[in-house]
């Protein structure tokens, strides 16, 4: 696999310098030279494969020869065990769960392909490979399980203080180990804008191996193609037919792989883009003006972003050109009060308990309804990470899984960080 910065076509890298070196110096995204397509007989044939099956021919064709393929079906048999169910609610409407992994989000797809792609690609004698990571809930988690534990790695994770629900801070901060969690006096848009200087600071790089496990590593974006595949042979074989997905959106890694998917020859007929009150995006289809602005605190607090990493890459796949997006891409944008709606709708209707970042993709479906399509809404995080946000009859029927008890006991090992980069680069120079 070959990979361009979106700043800089002529540049062309492999696909394990872009894991290490995730963000190209030129602030762009790396991107694939060549997408690769699914082929026909495959589709033909995909109602008879499994997750793993469809994992390992969406990772081998991206990835190609850059690792055998026996190799990578052991990291995808081992990093993707957990089911991705598609529940249907009625005849037109299915949601996908994307969190039945460890940290119950979906992040742990990423999370947990990257961790094993890094370790696979390092050689014993590399200095330690320290993972930057920036999380407004969800990332967070997923990275710290994903890497807890593995040798020769160190993550340092920062997090907005006040802006995380209680189970991600306790999912953030409670594993010491080789997992460091900073608390950021600022918004999400901040700790990312913090890790992403630390990428072009020299004296950071020349004294440490410095790599990121946010979206903006390519390596995050590659098993997040899998679901998205997976869901389609799922809909097939209940013989639905023109699929559109509904992904709630915040740095828009999410459906960046989508539309990587759909790149690849996956038969979607639309993408939706669900936000909350962050909508740069939804704007910017509407007025055509790409405006980021200061992130604002919510209920579905994961998408609390306001300049979304991933949108270049989006830009790029449909060649900077907002009518061809707009042919392939719809977003919508809602407040709390329409959130809060969406969850008790969806008791109401279809005693289904979403989380709020699923609901506000529920609305979105609700709005793009097409009784000629099959809308698949993501669910991308269990309700219980957002105890919280829901009334008290919902809130009793959450069941509460056992790895989220034993959180309760452990104790925090934060520290606090000023919302600068002077102090987050002497934190990182004298630990
Ligand atoms: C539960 C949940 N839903 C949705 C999102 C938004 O995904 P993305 O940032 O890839 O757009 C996130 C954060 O990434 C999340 O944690
Ligand atoms: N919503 C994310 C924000 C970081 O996004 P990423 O996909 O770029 O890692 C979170 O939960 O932290």
Not at 56 to 80: M, R, T, Y
Not at 219 to 231: D, G, H, K, N
Not at 264 to 278: D, E, Q, R, S
Not at 282 to 299: A, E, F, W
Request: proline share 4%; aromatic share 10%; with cysteine.
């Amino acid at each position: 696999m070959k990979l361009y910065s979106t700043n800089n076509k002529s540049l062309k890298i492999s696909f394990k310098e872009a894991v290490f070196n995730s963000f190209p110096t030129d602030k762009g995204l790396y991107m694939p030279v060549k997408i690769p397509q699914i082929s026909e007989e495959f589709l033909q044939n995909i109602t008879k494969c499994s997750l793993q099956e469809i994992a390992l021919e969406a990772a081998s064709s991206l990835i190609g020869e850059d690792i055998p393929k026996q190799d990578l079906k052991n990291i995808v048999e081992d990093a993707i065990n957990f089911e991705v169910p598609l529940v249907s609610l009625y005849d037109q409407l299915g949601v996908l769960e994307l969190f039945h992994g460890p940290s119950l989000a979906f992040k742990d797809f990423g999370a947990r392909f990257m961790s094993r792609i890094m370790s696979y690609l390092s050689n014993s004698k590399d200095k330690t490979l320290d993972i930057l990571v920036a999380t407004s809930g969800d990332t967070g988690g997923a990275v710290a399980l994903g890497f807890l534990g593995v040798k020769g790695t160190r993550v340092t994770i920062l997090y907005p203080k006040g802006k995380v629900s209680e189970i991600q801070k306790q999912q953030l901060t409670t594993n010491g180990q080789n997992i460091r969690a900073l608390e950021v006096e600022g918004t999400f848009d901040d700790c990312q804008a913090m890790v992403k200087e630390a990428f072009n600071d020299a004296e950071l790089n020349s004294r440490f191996r410095l790599t990121s496990a946010n979206s903006i590593n390519i390596a995050r974006l590659i098993p997040q193609t899998f679901y998205y595949i997976y869901a389609y042979a799922q809909a097939k074989r209940n013989n639905k037919n023109n699929i559109v997905f509904v992904v709630p959106s915040g740095n828009f890694g999410n459906i960046g792989a989508g539309l990587l998917a759909y790149k690849m020859g996956l038969p979607v007929k639309h993408f939706i883009a669900a936000t909350n009150v962050n909508d740069t995006v939804p704007q910017y289809l509407k007025k055509g003006l790409y405006t980021p602005k200061p992130s604002i605190q919510t209920l579905s607090n994961a998408m609390d972003v306001g300049n979304p990493s991933n949108w270049v890459r989006i830009m790029d796949l449909f060649d900077n050109n907002i009518e061809n997006i707009r042919k392939t891409i719809s977003a919508y944008s809602y407040t709390d009060e329409d959130t809060l709606i969406g969850i008790n709708e969806l008791y109401e209707k279809y005693k289904y308990i979403a989380c709020p970042h699923t609901a506000v993709a529920y609305l979105a479906a609700k709005n793009h309804f097409n009784p000629l399509n099959y809308t698949i809404f993501l669910s991308t995080a269990h309700p219980c990470k957002f105890i919280d946000v829901y009334p008290k009859n919902l809130k009793d029927k959450i069941e509460i899984p056992e790895q989220v008890k034993q959180l309760e006991k452990k104790k925090s090992l934060a520290h606090s960080l000023k919302n600068n980069f002077s102090d987050f680069k002497d934190f990182l120079l004298s630990n």
